[in-house]
């Protein structure tokens, strides 16, 4: 069965920090993967997926086929990321399977 | 840029009412879809829409929930008689295929 795990309900850094939050999948085949970002009262709104392998707001994530994980990291960490971010998983063509989400806080 | 709406965005109704939910998604996308996310969990797919039709659907689309493209622009979610079991934020979303999906703001359904 495909699955998503981030295992941190939350978690809880301080500005200028690094940051890394957790994403492990199941899934036999070949995974497409997205991490979702949803500030305050807002829509869910895409930050990264793996096969365009680029750099938004500083957070890069890279695909570990061996570990299966999808980890989104940023090295300094600033305020205004305070937010949900949730990862998701495609198989093939089909609807996303979301992890729980964590909640990142950023501390000043 | 172009996004996907939602209305409303808040809806109280009583137990055994029903209740549509209106999206409009994004005019040159083909595939729709709609999750929920009940508070505190995570989001979940409900059904996916394409060339006119169910594409795809969950365990949690049972036979009260119905979905409808009655016009050009509008995708519907209607739940025939809602449950309490049913308040949660619904988000609508469309594609043009393989591309990453783009989510509305969400409707906050709360049932009596």
């Known amino acids: 069965a495909q699955r998503v795990t981030q295992p941190e309900k939350l978690l809880s850094v301080f500005k200028g920090a690094p940051v890394e939050l957790k994403c492990n999948y199941s899934?036999?085949?070949?995974?497409?993967l997205f991490w979702y970002v949803q500030y305050s009262r807002q829509r869910l709104q895409l930050l990264l997926r793996h096969i365009s392998r680029e750099s938004i707001k500083g957070f890069t994530a890279d695909l570990n086929k061996g570990e299966t994980s999808f980890h989104l990291k940023k090295p300094f960490a600033q305020e205004e990321d305070s937010a949900m971010y949730y990862c998701?998983?495609?198989?093939?063509?089909?609807?996303?399977?979301f992890g729980k989400g964590t909640r990142l806080s950023v501390i000043a | 840029e172009p996004e996907v709406t939602q209305t409303p965005s808040h809806q109280v109704t009583q137990m055994g009412q029903e209740v549509i939910l209106r999206c409009v998604p994004i005019?040159?996308?083909?595939?729709f879809y709609w999750y929920r996310q009940i508070l505190g969990q995570k989001v979940e797919f409900l059904v996916s829409?394409?060339?006119?039709?169910?594409?795809?659907k969950s365990e949690i689309f049972d036979d009260q929930f119905s979905v409808e493209r009655p016009d050009g622009s509008n995708f519907t979610l209607k739940i025939r008689s809602t449950k309490l079991e049913d308040s949660a934020m619904y988000f609508c979303?469309?594609?043009?295929?393989?591309?990453?999906?783009?989510f509305g703001d969400g409707t906050r359904l709360s049932i009596l």
């Open positions: 979303a469309s594609t043009q295929g393989d591309q990453p999906q783009h």
């Open positions: 829409f394409y060339n006119n039709e169910i594409s795809e």
């Open positions: 005019s040159n996308h083909l595939y």
């Open positions: 998701a998983l495609r198989p093939g063509n089909t609807p996303l399977v």
């Open positions: 899934y036999s085949g070949s995974p497409e």
